[in-house]
T-cell receptor
Framework: GEDVEQSLFLSVREGDSSVINCTYT??????LYWYKQEPGAGLQLLTY?????DMKQDQRLTVLLNKKDKHLSLRIADTQTGDSAIYFC???????????????FGQGTILTVHP | DGGITQSPKYLFRKEGQNVTLSCEQN?????MYWYRQDPGQGLRLIYY???????QKGDIAEGYSVSREKKESFPLTVTSAQKNPTAFYLC?????????????FGSGTQLSVL
């Protein structure tokens, strides 16, 4: 079955880098996503990576994928107080089959950035 | 501006009552989804629809019902059979429901039981 795991909390100082980790179980996953949720709001897609890639960089965001260990990470460089939010890792299980746009989400990591 | 609008922002349900959450999108997307979010848990899929007049159950459909009579609208009814309805409900849409598409989310409805 599909399962996505994340640590629940991360606290960093402003200006430091944040690394949010995620593990997944479905080896057939083809797309892996990072979403950001601010309090009382919907989810905003930050970035995604295709499973045949090892790394993707987008401005302050770097996604690393270790397919062997089924481990995904999101690094936020120069973390700001505005980055404080919940970050969700998500995967598309069995993409290309019947799952279409149905994502499996992790529990979310609450990132707190201290001044 | 294009986007997804959910209403109301807050909703209260009395025991034994059915309530309906609204979701409207003007993105011309074919696929729409309802997710439930509980504290400390990821989002769980309730129902999804890839085309008008068609929808499928997600992982936790019991106690919920949906309709998709118009492309832009996908209302969710929380029935009295749902014994633990207190949660944050998120509606989403994507262009065609294919695997590589981005999901666009509404701002959510917080449902609480009186």
């Amino acid at each position: 079955g599909e399962d996505v795991e994340q640590s629940l909390f991360l606290s960093v100082r402003e200006g430091d880098s944040s690394v949010i980790n995620c593990t997944y179980t479905d080896s057939s996953s083809t797309y892996l996503y990072w979403y950001k949720q601010e309090p009382g709001a919907g989810l905003q897609l930050l970035t995604y990576i295709f499973s045949n890639m090892d790394m993707k960089q987008d401005q302050r965001l770097t996604v690393l994928l270790n397919k062997k260990d089924k481990h995904l990470s999101l690094r936020i460089a120069d973390t700001q107080t505005g980055d404080s939010a919940i970050y969700f890792c998500a995967e598309i299980p069995n993409a290309g089959g019947t799952s279409y746009g149905k994502l499996t989400f992790g529990q979310g990591t609450i990132l707190t950035v201290h001044p | 501006d294009g986007g997804i609008t959910q209403s109301p922002k807050y909703l209260f349900r009395k025991e034994g009552q059915n309530v309906t959450l609204s979701c409207e999108q003007n993105l011309n997307h074919d696929a729409m989804y309802w997710y439930r979010q509980d504290p400390g848990q990821g989002l769980r899929l309730i129902y999804y629809s890839q085309i008008v007049n068609d929808f499928q159950k997600g992982d936790i459909a019991e106690g919920y019902s949906v309709s998709r009579e118009k492309k832009e609208s996908f209302p969710l009814t929380v029935t009295s059979a749902q014994k633990n309805p207190t949660a944050f409900y998120l509606c989403a849409s994507s262009m065609q429901g294919m695997a590589n598409e981005k999901l666009f989310f509404g701002s959510g409805t917080q449902l609480s039981v009186l």
